[in-house]
């Protein structure tokens, strides 16, 4: 069975996508509320709830197979202002400086000769231009520098689940684990490697390029799950709207989105569209607005660090239109997690939860498809269970 440590873990996610055939060793979080979420799902025994700053290799257990970390994205995002990484020793000023004492720990692994065999970083989109592709060129240094073959991929959760949800992947291996000749490309695929990510490589050192791969995943089938199958008529952790705070929320739609809610009343049909608040400038003056989609696809789900991070959904069944907040089980639900899943009690822990994790079958689809076989490449993993 691979091992893997977990860093970042919030609720467990990456956890819940790489499976039972996966042995969790380590698990580290900082926030009291997540390691809750964690330990209700996962167990305690092997979590650490500590500063990253703080944590030791003394703290680390044997070596794993791979280890992954979803680092915080909120400096590498438009609603952070695109601050940036920054350098560890500056780490109060950006949270997304806790990559930098992250990665100090995978090279005192490296020194300790227990460098993890992979090594997986996922964030926002933006990490690829923040800070003008500095950011995403000093991650790829850092992999690079510490010998480690290294490429990246983003997927979206859409190809999956009916959630709108680009992420950024790295995916580097160390030098001595052969990596099999079909898992790596000629060149990018229009699937995986799309043109702000051909730019940031266009930005990368000689040295980077030269231990770059073209990751090589397989196409995905057509997504088949249909939003309005995830909504509870009986929403738990949030009521239905009153007609008139539906009204209100309409009366904040512009003619366009408003003319989508007419016409999803002629479907006949049950329709579900996702909506989201956002302050707008028309004609010189700033208007809140709210935007909807039906294309059968929620809007990517963020924390909730303010009303507008919170999305809601507008039911249309004929002539009869109801609203209200998306419930975090439904959030939950958008992420591939079951119904099993344990949730915090209050909205907000709960949908803070599921905006901060990443979506289950993505991270599946990277197990099967590069993670397993590269492991059953080097005979640390049975050919069968790499094949499932």
């Not at 990596?179 to 490309?185: D, G, N, T």
């Amino acid at each position: 069975m691979p091992n893997f440590y977990e860093f970042f873990a919030g609720g467990g996610m990456a956890h819940a996508g790489l499976g039972e055939e996966w042995n969790c060793t380590f698990a580290n979080d900082f926030d009291e509320m997540k390691a809750a979420a964690y330990r209700a799902n996962w167990g305690g025994d092997h979590l650490l709830v500590k500063d990253v700053n703080l944590v030791s290799t003394s703290d680390l257990p044997g070596q794993v197979d791979l280890t992954w970390a979803s680092f915080p994205c909120q400096d590498l995002s438009l609603a952070g202002n695109y601050e940036g990484i920054g350098h560890w020793a500056d780490r109060e000023q950006t949270r997304s400086g806790t990559f930098w004492p992250f990665w100090r720990l995978m090279r005192r692994l490296g020194d300790e000769g227990r460098a993890p065999r992979m090594i997986v970083l996922e964030n926002v989109y933006g990490a690829l231009t923040s800070n003008g592709g500095k950011d995403f060129a000093a991650i790829a240094a850092c992999f690079s520098g510490s010998d480690y073959r290294f490429g990246a991929m983003i997927v979206d959760a859409k190809r999956f689940l009916p959630h709108s949800r680009p992420r950024l992947f790295v995916l580097g291996v160390r030098a001595d684990v052969a990596i099999p000749s079909a898992l790596r490309a000629d060149g990018p695929s229009d699937s995986w490697h799309p043109q702000a990510l051909l730019s940031a490589y266009d930005l990368l050192s000689s040295d980077a390029k030269r231990k770059w791969v073209w990751w090589n995943l397989p196409e995905t089938p057509e997504m088949t799950i249909n939003f309005a199958d995830l909504i509870q008529d009986e929403p738990e952790g949030c009521d239905w709207h009153t007609k008139a705070e539906t009204a209100t929320l309409l009366g904040m739609m512009n003619a366009r989105h408003l003319a989508k809610v007419e016409e999803a009343k002629k479907a006949g049909r049950r329709i579900v569209g996702g909506v989201y608040k956002r302050t707008r400038v028309e004609s010189g003056v700033k208007a809140q607005r709210a935007e909807v989609r039906f294309d059968n696809l929620a809007g990517c789900l963020r924390t909730p660090s303010g009303g507008s991070s919170r999305q809601s959904i507008i039911v249309v069944d004929g002539q009869r239109v109801r609203s209200r907040l998306l419930s975090p089980r439904e959030a939950v639900r958008l992420m591939g997690l079951p119904d099993t899943y344990k949730l915090p009690p209050g909205y907000h822990d709960a949908y803070h939860i599921a905006g901060d994790g990443v979506a289950l079958p993505v991270v599946r689809h990277l197990a099967a498809n590069l993670f397993e076989p590269i492991l059953a490449a080097n005979g640390l993993l049975p050919a069968a269970i790499a094949a499932e």
